[in-house]
């Protein structure tokens, strides 16, 4: 479905993404494990048409090739970025509805709907700021927003970052719940215990480079994963 190759990015002299290749499959939930700064954020940008890079990007045999972040988003492939990145002074709703531009209006108030049975604690701060709300709200919020797009791929960046153990548990039942709805999913991750718990593949990268690759299985029982990422 999406399809990753060869691809760099480089910030100046630093190289932060070294020819990373990956693949997600319909119907997957793939996960990116690696610690801060390993260049899942950059990889995750270089998809979505955040930043410059080389290498082949497609889409369900599109390349993205010259494509801006709106057409790419257009195509069904949908970023929620890392520290959520709302805007504080606008409601909830406000943020909701910037997220279903490219929807008509009939369209984007059944998608509102759904959210509001999905995340039912948005819909009674429907009219709050979106900056007053808890760490867990904010999470639901910009999930929220990102569904209201309709992705096909949804790609989700350090959901679990600044989350009681509690609420971490809650956004891992959201991801499974859209996923069995028939939404891929991309989770880059420093948990990885999060990770192995919700995907059918992952992939371990190190500065920039993947390192390993594999079901969550198959790399608990990897040495070099159980000591860097598992703590065993």
Same mark, same amino acid.
Request: glycine share 12%; charged share 20%; with cysteine.
């Given at each position: 479905?999406?399809?990753?190759?060869?691809?760099?990015?480089?910030?100046? %002299?630093?190289?932060?993404?070294?020819?990373? $290749? @990956?693949?997600?499959?319909?119907?997957?939930?793939?996960?990116?494990?690696? *610690?801060? %700064?390993?260049?899942?954020? $950059? @990889? @995750?940008? /270089?998809?979505?048409?955040?930043?410059?890079? !080389?290498?082949?990007?497609?889409?369900?045999?599109?390349? =993205?090739?010259?494509?801006?972040?709106?057409?790419?988003?257009?195509?069904?492939?949908?970023?929620?970025?890392?520290?959520?990145?709302? &805007?504080?002074?606008?409601?909830?709703?406000?943020?909701?509805?910037?997220? *279903? &531009?490219?929807?008509?209006?009939?369209?984007?108030? *059944?998608?509102?709907?759904?959210? =509001?049975?999905?995340?039912?604690? @948005?819909? !009674?701060? *429907?009219?709050?700021?979106? %900056?007053?709300? $808890?760490?867990?709200?904010?999470?639901?919020? /910009?999930?929220?927003?990102?569904?209201?797009?309709?992705?096909?791929?949804?790609?989700?960046?350090?959901?679990?970052?600044?989350?009681?153990?509690?609420?971490?548990?809650?956004?891992?039942?959201?991801?499974?719940?859209?996923?069995?709805? %028939?939404?891929?999913?991309?989770?880059?991750?420093?948990? !990885?215990?999060?990770?192995?718990?919700? /995907?059918?593949?992952?992939?371990?990268?190190?500065?920039?480079?993947?390192?390993?690759?594999?079901?969550?299985?198959?790399?608990?029982?990897?040495?070099?994963?159980?000591?860097?990422?598992?703590?065993?």
């Amino acid at each position: 479905m999406l399809s990753v190759e060869d691809v760099r990015v480089r910030y100046g %002299g630093v190289q932060a993404v070294r020819g990373v $290749s @990956l693949k997600v499959r319909i119907g997957q939930v793939v996960g990116l494990i690696g *610690a801060n %700064g390993a260049g899942k954020t $950059s @990889l @995750l940008n /270089a998809i979505t048409g955040l930043v410059a890079r !080389t290498g082949a990007i497609s889409f369900e045999g599109r390349d =993205f090739a010259g494509l801006d972040t709106a057409e790419i988003v257009r195509h069904g492939v949908i970023q929620v970025a890392q520290g959520r990145q709302l &805007f504080p002074d606008m409601t909830v709703l406000e943020n909701l509805e910037l997220g *279903a &531009f490219l929807q008509s209006p009939q369209d984007a108030n *059944a998608t509102l709907a759904q959210m =509001f049975v999905r995340f039912p604690v @948005l819909k !009674t701060r *429907a009219a709050q700021r979106a %900056g007053t709300l $808890s760490g867990g709200e904010q999470q639901m919020l /910009a999930m929220a927003r990102a569904l209201m797009g309709r992705p096909k791929v949804l790609l989700v960046d350090e959901p679990c970052l600044g989350l009681s153990p509690k609420m971490v548990g809650v956004i891992g039942d959201v991801i499974r719940q859209i996923n069995a709805e %028939g939404i891929s999913v991309m989770v880059a991750e420093q948990n !990885t215990a999060f990770v192995f718990g919700l /995907a059918h593949r992952a992939y371990v990268v190190e500065n920039g480079e993947v390192v390993l690759e594999g079901e969550p299985d198959q790399l608990r029982r990897d040495d070099r994963v159980r000591s860097a990422y598992l703590g065993i």
